[in-house]
């Protein structure tokens, strides 16, 4: 399932550009399936309008959240995703300022970037001062293997964090 995804999309580069969207239909949306997300007690969400304020430079960010996965109304994952052959770092600070307008900021939240080629995941803990990590990147066009299947793995992994 998971090497026919990494086929699908690197079959769809050769023929074409990639956009935000079609990365989402190739890639994501398989791996939410897959990871069960479209299933009780989740709830998908995609193209939430949000705004966020940036208070340390008194700047309204606006933008589209593409994919929020909800378990019991809290937010557990926001997917930020990009054109294929855009870097996943334009996405990062993005994906963290709609992190940042979790409305449970006692939860940590997760967040994943892509470009469908490249994958990272985001954790944010917003308790006093906001504090984030980045996972390694994992990288479909990778020969050896398909990082999908790590990808997936961390997804299931989240899915079970909120209980």
Request: proline share 5%; aromatic share 8%.
């Amino acid at each position: 399932m998971l090497d026919r995804a990494k086929a699908n999309y690197l079959n769809a580069i050769k023929h074409r550009e990639i956009s935000e969207n079609l990365v989402k239909m190739t890639v994501i949306a398989p791996l939410l399936a897959w990871a069960n997300f479209y299933q009780l007690p989740f709830d998908i969400v995609d193209e939430n309008s949000i705004d966020v304020s940036v208070e340390t430079q008194d700047e309204l960010i606006k933008g589209r959240i593409d994919i929020i996965v909800f378990k019991h109304h809290l937010w557990l994952l926001v997917i930020e995703s990009k054109n294929a052959g855009l870097s996943i770092i334009n996405g990062i600070p993005q994906a963290l300022a709609y992190m940042m307008a979790n409305p449970h900021p006692e939860q940590p939240i997760f967040g994943l970037v892509t470009n469908g080629d490249d994958f990272q995941f985001i954790k944010l803990v917003k308790q006093n001062s906001p504090q984030y990590a980045l996972s390694k990147k994992f990288t479909i066009s990778n020969p050896q293997n398909n990082e999908l299947y790590n990808v997936l793995s961390i997804l299931k992994k989240l899915g079970k964090v909120i209980n």
